[in-house]
């Protein structure tokens, strides 16, 4: 029943900023945000739920950015100061009720 379409995925370099963007097809409870190089495990990037506060990773907080678009059911990540390790696969999740959903994931390649 829920679909999520993410864009804005891209090559940038190190220092560089690229904001991604998950549209989903009906109002959802959580949005959020993970991520997976190659050769290692998937993690949790930034997470945020209806009307609460965001959370992040270690490895991110300061730098990236999430935040929502209620009227359109979009989440946003906003990325900066980005850096090599930040390169992977970043997939769009979202959650209402007891279902999870999975974007098709974009590519963030971050080099020089």
């Known amino acids: 029943q829920v679909q999520l379409v993410e864009s804005g995925g891209g090559l940038v370099q190190p220092g560089g900023s690229l904001r991604l963007s998950c549209t989903a097809s009906?109002?959802?409870?959580?949005m959020g945000w993970y991520r997976q190089a190659p050769g290692k495990e998937r993690e949790l990037v930034a997470v945020?739920?209806?009307?609460?506060?965001?959370d992040y990773s270690d490895s991110v907080k300061g730098r990236f950015t999430i935040s929502r678009e209620y009227t359109n059911n979009t989440a946003y990540l906003q990325m900066s100061s980005l850096k090599p390790e930040d390169t992977a696969v970043y997939y769009c999740?979202?959650?209402?009720?007891?279902?999870?959903?999975w974007g098709q994931g974009t590519q963030v390649t971050v080099s020089s």
């Open positions: 009906a109002s959802l409870t959580v």
């Open positions: 945020l739920s209806t009307g609460g506060s965001p």
């Open positions: 999740t979202a959650r209402r009720f007891l279902n999870e959903y």
